[in-house]
């Protein structure tokens, strides 16, 4: 059991406190404001007027499935065998102890959404993950949360040079179309035998889960938008390099956005227009955006850097921090349980040295689940 005093507390909910005090027990968050009382048996920690916020979530990565120091030993985010491969699940190539988990937590970084790559038109089934924990069943929050499907250039790049579908735009279209109108088959049939992959489409097609669509042109995010209005599916637009441009669209749709990475050069035609402007251009428009940076594209460590960078190209201060605290909470439908510091929730709390859109600050200490991990 454990207080911690004398805080500046972020609270991400409507209240934030100048001199507040939290008292975290089981885990959880037992309460917070200013002037509590302190039970006896508690731990007590004055921060001295440092920052706490609640421990940031990277909505979109591939950590623990692509290893930075390895080639194809540690490689396992692109199963390019076959561009339709639904029943493949990421948790399934997580190695728990990567060290890009130490360096979430070294950024403050609590909560991870880990995806297969895109390099197939469905590259399968993607995972929920604490950054904090030593096996992957400590780190599994959900091991199927969406649904990973990619648009552009990917697929057609990876499968075009052997002469196969996709080849083209046309062709990672024609293959979703088809996969889900068998989908709906397997769910029509009155005898189902056992078929994983049809499995992991009938919850999409059920809105168990939503797709998370790899989309980086306006042209992609729009395919992938009529996709999913066809079927009636839920969907989450991944990337959205040039969502400026369709704003009316994105509205309409009422979609939320996951948008990055942008910390890094423009390494192919979808980048050409990449820009920190664009997660502010989209909040400002009052659509969920959620900040990601693709880790290892851009290690994860930086995420809070990549947020300061959006308010520096004119993202609203509040509106950064929310799209790396409780936009991607909601995102990933586990809002109940984190991205904000509020009584009941999981205590996944950060003691930052100065506010964390300061380029000189870090984390000083990093709770999960009221666990010290730093």
């Known amino acids: ?28 968050i037992l309460a917070i404001g200013e002037n ?5 048996n508690y731990e007590i920690l004055d921060v001295n007027g440092k920052y706490i916020l609640p421990g940031f979530i990277d909505a979109h990565t591939h950590i623990g499935i692509i290893e930075e120091i390895y080639q194809i030993e540690g490689d396992d985010v692109n ?23 130490d360096d979430a937590i070294a950024g403050g970084v609590t909560t991870v959404m880990v ?9 399968g089934l993607v995972c929920i993950l604490k950054t904090g924990g030593e096996t992957l069943a400590d780190k599994l929050i959900n091991s199927e949360a969406g649904l990973k499907i990619a648009f552009g250039e990917n697929p057609k790049s990876v499968y075009g040079e052997e002469k196969k579908m996709p080849y083209t735009r046309m062709a990672s279209i024609s293959l979703l179309r088809e996969t889900f109108i068998e989908g709906i088959n397997y769910l029509n049939k009155e005898d189902q035998e056992r078929d994983l992959q049809n499995e992991a489409i009938a919850k999409v097609l059920n809105k168990e889960i939503p797709l998370r669509a790899h989309a980086h042109r306006a042209d992609d995010i729009l395919a992938a938008l009529r ?6 599916l839920k969907i989450i637009i991944e990337h959205a390099t040039e969502g400026h441009k369709i704003i009316k669209e994105l509205k309409k749709e009422n979609v939320s956005v996951v948008v990055g990475p942008s910390l890094g050069n423009r390494s192919k035609v979808e980048l050409r227009e990449s820009s920190f402007k664009t997660p502010g251009i989209l909040a400002k428009e009052n659509i969920e955006v959620a900040l990601t940076t693709d880790h290892p594209e851009t290690p994860i460590q930086y ?29 990933l439908g586990i809002d109940k349980k984190v991205g904000s510091l509020k009584v009941g929730k999981q205590a996944d709390v950060v003691i930052w040295n ?13 709770y999960i689940r009221g666990k010290k991990f730093l």
Do not use: W
């Open 227 to 232: 996709v999913a209005k066809e079927f009636d």
């Open 1 to 28: 059991m454990l207080a911690l005093t004398n805080a500046r507390i972020i609270t991400m909910e409507d209240v934030d406190y100048d001199k507040g005090t939290i008292l975290i027990k089981d885990g959880e």
């Open 303 to 331: 995420l809070n850097i990549c947020a300061a960078l959006a308010v520096r190209e004119g993202m609203l201060e509040k509106e950064a921090l929310k799209a790396i605290t409780i936009n991607p909470a909601r995102i």
């Open 354 to 366: 100065n506010h964390p859109l300061n380029i000189m600050s870090k984390p000083q200490s990093v």
């Open 79 to 101: 199963e390019i065998t076959d561009p339709i491969t639904p029943a493949l699940r990421a948790m399934d190539g997580v190695n728990p102890y990567d060290i890009g988990f």
């Open 36 to 40: 509590i009382e302190i039970p006896k």
């Open 115 to 123: 995806a297969p790559g895109s390099a197939n038109v469905i590259g």
